[in-house]
């Protein structure tokens, strides 16, 4: 109970502190309607497009808003030190960390679902299908998150954190099928596909709005469970081995 | 004599080539104030860091109130309150803010950290700036908030690293109060510094750390009363101190004579000197006496000579900021 009292008090602040300021709310707002407008003007085309632009939408913004903000957010306090608080705190590090993280996620979760609503606003989504949509949202917010952490655990600096983000971020977007089709990558790349947790949450995407799935539906969650807790896994060995010193 | 509350034995730490601690062990009893001096660079953080569980130790066992702290180093946690040697606190949160903060951490509910919150924002003066934020604090009211931060959940034992480093006189004779006060209601108290004026007013009891080594552990009582054997005289003369202090070593049996400066002459002996007869000497050789005293013995003079370190040395040195090892 009193680590719980812990949890809540880690996750509220950095709400405040973090995700809710107007800087971040306004990113969160232009970044997936700058990637719509990006998409409608490469194309040319109308909105009857939203539904096969959507999925992509969706994925990047989590993607973005998890990892750009947990890099840097957990870099900066344990550069500051700050950290160390935390982690002088009795509460075990598996909930220190969930906490930590939690903002990210529910910050990408919500980034998701910004052009979900214009979508809604400008066109009918009458074949959605919203039980796998949700918990994918989620489950790529998770995953997403649980990256920018093993990428924040594995610098010292935050220029450090923003440029690892992206060795990982630019890649696994036009890697995951979001944009270009698995099939219609060269042979070689395709194995490193299916090695990106966002490719199983895009198929997932896909499937919900469109109806066209590459995988199992069942297979896609599976993997991007696997993925959230390997890569939370392999977080907390680094930060007891790196920052635990 | 009470019982044990921090027991440490064989505790050692190496960074890459450097080896932090070696075979460091103590014990702190409950309710002591136990200082932990030594230079920058001794193992004090180090130290600190491992009995905390920041670091992990290479060797040796920590016990604090009877929890084996390498086994389970979260229960041990929820003991102490740390108040490290610069202030983390967050920026962005105000005073009150902060010190809630700290208390939710150690599962304070909403009203009870409210509450003690505001009660150490009154006790440590900070109330008028409860409501501020903590980047815009001075130095001195950062020390004190980060204090306040280590002792939300009331823990018996408190472990202060450099608690005045940095901060101005009113400060830290504030902040020496305040950990006066702390020990005197019964918190057990580790406290590392380099301020050896500092340790020998507030200390019970004191290891001496010296490249990662505890060279000396004693009541200061007894330090002092080692440095009490020794009798010091200073002299401040004309500018000739250097050659008047070898005619008055001659001169005089069982004194060493120091010339410290151009101006000043420190004598030692082992029995009660009479400054009367120096004096005289010295005018008799053409000297002018400006001022004669017998200085009262320091823990700073029983340092230097088990060390061998000069003290003065050692606060330059931490007050320019310069060199830390990892941590240390």
């Not at chain 2, 440490?8 to 080539?17: P, S, T």
């Not at chain 2, 001659?250 to 101006?263: H, L, N, S, T």
């Not at chain 2, 009479?274 to 000497?281: A, I, K, Y």
Request: proline share 5%.
């Amino acid at each position: 109970m009193k680590a719980w009292i812990a949890f809540w008090s880690i996750l509220a602040k950095d709400m405040r502190s973090y995700y809710l300021k107007p800087p971040n709310i306004s990113w969160g707002l232009v970044f997936p309607l700058a990637w719509t407008g990006m998409f409608f003007i490469k194309t040319g085309s109308g909105i009857e497009t939203i539904p096969a632009v959507l999925p992509g939408v969706m994925a990047v913004s989590v993607l973005f808003g998890t990892t750009s903000m947990l890099a840097v957010t957990v870099t900066f306090e344990k550069k500051g030190r700050s950290f160390d608080r935390l982690l002088l705190a009795p509460i075990p590090l598996e909930l220190l960390m969930l906490a930590k993280t939690a903002g990210a996620i529910v910050f990408g979760s919500a980034n998701a679902f910004v052009p979900v609503l214009l979508a809604v606003c400008l066109t009918d989504l009458p074949a959605v299908n919203w039980f796998a949509l949700v918990p994918a949202v989620a489950l790529i917010a998770v995953s997403s998150t649980f990256l920018g952490l093993f990428i924040a655990v594995s610098v010292s600096e935050v220029f450090e954190a923003q440029t690892f983000s992206n060795f990982f971020r630019f890649p696994m977007i036009f890697l995951c099928g979001l944009f270009f089709p698995i099939d219609h990558l060269p042979a070689w790349l395709r194995p490193l596909s299916y090695a990106l947790p966002l490719t199983y949450g895009a198929d997932i995407l896909h499937a919900s709005i469109r109806g066209t799935a590459r995988l199992p539906l069942a297979l896609d969650f599976a993997m991007l469970a696997a993925f959230c807790g390997g890569l939370f896994a392999i977080s907390l060995r680094n930060i007891r081995r790196s920052w635990i010193t | 004599m009470t019982s044990p509350i921090i027991e440490v034995r064989g505790l050692a730490k190496r960074f890459d080539d450097v080896q932090a601690v070696a075979d460091v062990s103590f014990v702190v009893r409950k309710g002591e104030l136990f200082g932990f001096l030594g230079p920058n660079g001794a193992g004090k953080t180090t130290t600190i860091n491992m009995l905390t569980g920041l670091t992990r130790p290479d060797a040796g066992s920590i016990t604090i109130a009877g929890i084996d702290c390498r086994k389970n180093p979260k229960a041990a946690q929820g003991l102490v309150g740390v108040v490290p040697d610069e202030s983390n606190l967050y920026g962005e949160l105000t005073g009150l803010g902060n010190l809630t903060f700290c208390g939710s951490l150690y599962g304070l509910g909403r009203a009870e950290r409210q509450a003690r919150a505001e009660e150490l924002l009154d006790r440590f003066g900070l109330a008028p700036a409860g409501g501020r934020k903590f980047a815009g604090y001075s130095k001195g009211m950062k020390r004190k908030l980060t204090i306040a931060a280590g002792i939300i959940h009331s823990p018996p034992i408190l472990f202060l690293d450099e608690p005045t480093t940095g901060i101005d006189v009113a400060s830290a004779r504030q902040v020496r109060q305040l950990v006066a006060d702390l020990h005197a209601a019964g918190t057990t108290i580790f406290l590392t510094t380099h301020y050896i004026e500092e340790a020998e007013r507030l200390c019970e009891r004191i290891a001496f750390l010296v490249e990662g080594r505890v060279v000396r552990i004693d009541p200061v009582d007894e330090l002092m009363r080692q440095a009490d054997r020794r009798h010091v005289v200073a002299i401040h003369v004309d500018a000739r101190a250097g050659r008047l202090g070898d005619e008055l070593a001659r001169a005089f049996e069982d004194i060493d004579v120091e010339a410290v400066g151009d101006e000043s002459l420190h004598v030692t002996s082992s029995s009660p000197v009479r400054v009367g007869p120096l004096v005289r000497f010295l005018e008799d050789h053409g000297a002018e006496v400006a001022e004669a005293r017998k200085l009262r013995p320091s823990l700073e003079d029983v340092f230097v000579r088990i060390t061998g370190i000069e003290a003065a040395a050692m606060k330059r040195e931490k007050d320019k900021g310069g060199g830390k090892g990892p941590r240390a």
